[in-house]
């Protein structure tokens, strides 16, 4: 292959490279490029971060791969020295280790920085709110411990407000994420994961199961609308008055495999998170997730209570009736 031709298939290459790229935001959008909270807002950053410093090393490694395939070709005629003993220069082992070396520790600064905020609220001026998610088979539940009301397939929040999510699973192992407000979390049966999202403003983003957990699973889908604050007040009022209180029967039909739409309760059995929660935890102890501290004294309150909604011990409360209906 003369050098010409193979120079020609080397751009060729690199513009159908260019163009895959450039022509792939004329589609759909990205939306884990699309952050629309402070908790997404630092994952981005994270993200771009981390290009950066994986390009310093994978651009370079691909124009010497191009460059040492092209001087070194099998060709009548090459004068490229050829130095068959040749086995050992101490510049280029510096330089091939060292480099990749210091990024990974700047890599790993950056991101040891963010994993330990991110565990926090995004706004420590506004008290968090509290909302409980169960995975089923093949559906997502939310309940509002503040608010007493539960969704299915939906979830309403305040904008500028954290949401301290607690995600658990009453089905096989899955994940909760909403791209737009930050990274995913796993929701596992017996265990109560955490996670802390805002959005800045009103809008309306999509929600994922972003885990195989069966042949349903990518079905798992959900609409996060973000209202202000009185609106948000205005919605809970109007599913509290125009929608039936969940049962413990309803809950029981809701947990079978199946699909389902979007579904509102004006109430829920009393503990029934705690209750999900403590049926697989085997005795593990999940108060660091379920007892949260109050935000400062002082902070913005939300409409309803933000007082933390603790766990209960099922386990120590014999013959207790969770199928009450809070008031």
């Known amino acids: 292959m003369s050098g010409g031709k193979m120079l020609r298939q ?21 939306l884990v490029l699309n952050p629309k909270g402070p908790v997404a807002e630092t994952q981005y950053n994270l993200i771009i971060i981390s290009t950066i410093l994986c390009a310093v090393i994978i651009i370079p490694v691909l124009a010497l791969t191009a460059f040492i395939v092209y001087r070194y070709r099998d060709t009548p005629g090459n004068k490229a020295p050829y ?10 082992e510096v330089i091939w280790w060292g480099i990749p070396v210091v990024i990974i520790a700047i890599l790993g600064y950056f991101t040891v920085r963010d994993v330990y905020v991110l565990k926090e609220s995004p706004n420590k001026e506004v008290a968090p709110m509290t909302i409980q998610v169960t995975a089923l088979d093949w559906k997502w539940m939310f309940t509002y411990p503040d608010q007493n009301i539960a969704t299915v397939n939906y979830l309403e ?7 301290h999510f607690q995600v658990s699973a009453e089905a096989p192992m899955n994940s909760f994420w909403v791209p737009e407000l930050g990274g995913q979390i796993y929701a596992m049966a017996g265990m ?21 957990s069966g042949k349903d699973f990518a079905h798992m889908q959900f609409k996060v609308v973000a209202k202000p604050q ?3 007040n205005k919605w809970v009022d109007e599913v509290k008055g125009t929608t039936p209180a969940m ?5 029981n039909e809701l947990k079978k495999p199946g699909l389902t739409e979007k579904k509102l309760y004006s109430a829920f059995p009393e503990g029934l998170f705690e209750e999900i929660l403590a049926r697989y935890s085997h005795g593990h102890d999940m108060d660091h997730v379920m007892k949260k501290e109050p935000a400062e004294t002082g902070a913005k309150s939300t409409d309803s209570s933000q007082a933390t909604h603790q766990m209960s011990d099922m386990s120590s409360m014999p013959g207790m009736d969770h199928s009450g209906m809070k008031h």
């Open 10 to 30: 080397i751009q060729f290459w690199i513009l159908a490279a260019l163009a895959t790229v450039l022509l792939s935001g004329c589609g759909s959008e990205y």
């Open 83 to 92: 130095k068959p003993e040749w086995a050992h220069n101490t510049a280029l």
């Open 157 to 163: 929040i305040p904008a500028g407000v954290p949401i």
């Open 192 to 212: 109560a994961t955490e996670l802390y999202l805002q959005a800045d403003e009103p809008g309306e983003f999509q929600g994922f199961s972003s885990n195989f």
């Open 230 to 232: 009185d609106e948000f």
């Open 247 to 251: 049962s413990k029967e309803d809950y």
